[in-house]
């Protein structure tokens, strides 16, 4: 039995995009890689909404984090880390472990970032000695969506420079790279973007790749002034995930076929019908409602339950694999993502899954109570379920 894949990366790929990647090995440095590598700059810059140059790495997403820190820093600078979860802490431990000096300005796992707060802290610092600002787009441990356009809005004309992780927001929801003024955004293929996981994107502005020249951390494979010259030539600077790189083409064609916006609606869409599928069994949800991400939905496990019980009996009795909780919230939530190739009967038959996994497990459920409130959503307030959209997904 195929499972269905609802972690929150890396996510389901389509058999097309798979196909991709099976394509028998190129040059990496031959006239087809070199058109390979354009066309995906291409895409991603449309994807990601910037006209600015787009480095892509053999790494996950924190390669990609990585690179954005050791390019733009040097040691003993000031940065500001507004986590809210695992990920932003982590961004914060890349920071210091390359001898940053980072200032924690986090909030209670479950909330996002307040903007006001931001704007207070960068007031009173009027001599620019902050001069980064570490921002998780969209926090996969906690399921919390930042409101990242009021977070730039904030951060106003302080000389900091922005670095936003959105593996796990970026294609997924409205992001306007170079209109907020981000510096410095990572993401990854094994994400929104529906390809598999080895590729990562980093896109710099002006003043970002003004900094990448002064700045003094240590770097060599994640140096971007050598896949920024690299790329001017049509090349990397080093042998790239060549079959990755050749299913994120496919998948992002995909992904542009959709449309931009078709695919922020059909996240939002999904991440609405899981939320109501776990209300309507009576579970409760672990981000706040104003800070509900549309990427990855955070429960909390119902008392009584071992989460890894509920986990090994979705994965092994049912087919359908969920995420767990990380650190602090190990044991008390686990985590239902919704990016990469989904159809509406995936979510379905995975929340009637959920039904029977908790009823095995003692936990009285109304059988057909989460499933028909997620196929209620999905349908939409008419009633009648959006065919365009469920194919774009398939
Ligand atoms: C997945 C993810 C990452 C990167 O994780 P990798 O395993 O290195 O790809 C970073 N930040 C967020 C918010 C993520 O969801």
């Not at 293929?189 to 973007?193: D, E, I, P, R, V």
């Given at each position: 039995m195929s499972e269905i894949l609802l972690i929150p990366g890396p996510v389901a790929v389509s058999e097309d995009v798979l196909a991709a990647a099976a394509a028998p090995m190129q040059n990496h440095r031959g006239p087809r890689a070199r058109a390979l590598y354009e066309r995906l700059y291409e895409r991603l810059r449309e994807i990601l909404q910037t006209r600015k140059r787009i480095v892509l790495l053999g790494s996950s997403g924190t390669g990609a984090l990585e690179a954005i820190v050791v390019n733009l820093f040097s040691p003993g600078d000031k940065l500001l880390s507004l986590s809210v979860g695992s990920f932003g802490d982590r961004l914060a431990a890349i920071a210091r472990a390359y001898g940053a000096e980072v200032e924690s300005m986090s909030e209670q796992w479950g909330w996002g970032n307040d903007p006001q707060r931001l704007r207070d802290r960068l007031r009173a610092d009027s001599a620019g000695v902050i001069k980064g600002i570490l921002i998780t787009h969209n926090e996969t441990s906690t399921g919390v969506a930042n409101d990242l356009e009021a977070l730039m809005k904030a951060k106003g004309d302080h000389p900091a420079l922005t670095v936003v992780d959105?593996?796990?927001g970026a294609g997924a929801v409205e992001l306007r790279t170079d209109d907020w003024g981000i510096d410095a955004l990572a993401t990854a293929?094994?994400?929104?973007?529906a390809a598999p996981p080895g590729a990562a994107i980093v896109a710099l502005s002006d003043r970002a790749w003004e900094a990448a020249e002064q700045a003094k951390m240590p770097r060599f494979y994640l140096d971007l002034l050598k896949a920024r010259k690299a790329a001017e030539e049509g090349a990397t600077p080093w042998t790239p995930p060549v079959p990755i790189l050749t299913a994120l083409e496919r998948a992002s064609d995909n992904y542009l076929k959709e449309g931009r916006e078709a695919a922020h609606a059909r996240h939002a869409r999904y991440a609405s019908a899981v939320r109501a599928g776990c209300m309507a069994a009576g579970l409760s949800l672990f981000a706040q409602p104003r800070w509900y991400s549309q990427t990855v939905t955070a429960v909390r496990v119902p008392a009584g339950v071992e989460a890894k019980a509920l986990l090994s009996r979705l994965r092994e009795r049912y087919g359908v694999v969920v995420g767990g909780g990380q650190q602090q919230v190990e044991g008390k939530i686990f985590r239902i993502g919704n990016m990469?190739?989904?159809?509406e009967r995936d979510l379905i038959g995975a929340m009637g899954a959920l039904e029977l996994a908790l009823g095995d497990l003692g936990v009285r459920v109304a059988l057909g109570s989460a499933s028909a409130a997620t196929a209620r959503m999905l349908a939409g307030s008419d009633g009648s379920v959006r065919m365009a959209t469920a194919r774009a997904a398939v």
């Open positions: 959105s593996v796990s293929s094994q994400k929104a973007l990469g190739a989904l159809a």
